[in-house]
């Protein structure tokens, strides 16, 4: 420094200032992220402007800006609830969510940066306490496990949807009842399975017994249909057509006419 000329001492210290000034001023936000604004002589937040996106930005070095996270992201919580009888139950569930990206500024200027730990989870464990204190733990177990799982989320949209935050969807992945509670459950579900089995059973050979009645009752009917048809004249009509196919037959045999008890043709032999 010594050595350089008196006139360019000026030069070399703004440029080092304005280094340090670009050094402090320059901001990257990288992929998936957005920034707000905060303009400390200019109002503070900056709520009606769109947030910084990706790539280099220059701002006042008196200024600052807070990188928020945009894309969607995944949350695990568990929890211990109460069923409808007062039974302790844990539920494992995940929810999906991200920041309203148009209102970034209201969202940082009103919550700020910890708003999953402020609106979400509190949220949360706020509708599944709700939710599952209306079921009993037999419900949790079995059947209502997708009710449980739309009605969390519904309840949870309802006040997170008025923070500026997204919220994509809220998953159980788990319902964990006390071990004795399980027992009695699914010991409750193999007895009614196996009745239901049985009834099954029941009803099948009810139903094929109906069958082999009515089977049977259509032949006594159709029998005693065709007694009653059959009188003396039908049957000797039947035996004169009888003889006389015989008689066409190419087979050899002896016919005697008016031989039978009653009247009907004998056959006495064929070869």
């Known amino acids: 420094m010594e050595k350089l000329p008196k ?29 707000v604004l905060y303009k400390t002589f200019g109002g503070g937040v900056v709520t009606d402007e769109a947030p910084l996106g990706e790539g280099f930005h220059i701002v006042a070095p008196w200024n600052k800006v807070y990188i928020y996270e945009v894309r969607r992201q995944e949350i695990f919580e ?11 139950i844990q539920l494992d569930a ?9 209102k970034l500024g209201k969202l940082h200027q009103e919550i700020g940066e910890s708003y999953l730990q402020r609106i979400i989870l509190p949220t949360i464990r706020s509708a599944a306490r709700s939710v599952v204190g209306r079921y009993t733990p037999e419900q949790l177990y079995s059947s209502k496990r997708d009710a449980i799982q739309r009605e969390i989320f519904e ?20 319902v964990t009842l006390p071990p004795t509670i399980k027992e009695a459950i699914e010991r409750k579900l193999k007895q009614e399975q196996e009745s239901l089995e049985y009834e099954f ?12 009645r009515i089977e049977a009752q259509g032949k006594a009917d159709a029998n005693k249909i065709l007694s009653a048809s059959l009188t003396d004249k039908i049957l000797q009509d039947k ?17 005697v006419i008016g031989s039978g008890d009653t009247g009907m043709p004998i056959i006495l032999g064929n070869q």
């Open 155 to 174: 309840e949870t949209k309802k006040i997170v949807d008025d923070q500026y935050i997204v919220l994509d969807e809220i998953l159980v992945r788990d």
């Open 94 to 102: 995940s929810a999906w969510y991200k920041p309203d990206y148009a």
């Open 239 to 255: 035996g004169i057509e009888a003889t006389i196919k015989l008689a066409e037959s190419p087979n050899s045999k002896v016919v």
């Open 78 to 88: 568990k929890m211990k609830v109460l069923s409808s009888n007062g039974l302790d």
């Open 7 to 35: 006139i360019a001492l000026p030069f070399v210290i703004s440029a080092i200032v304005l280094l340090i000034l670009l050094a402090k001023s320059a901001v990257t936000i990288g992929s998936g992220q957005a920034g």
């Open 201 to 212: 059973r029941l009803v099948t050979a009810q139903k094929e017994a109906e069958r082999q």
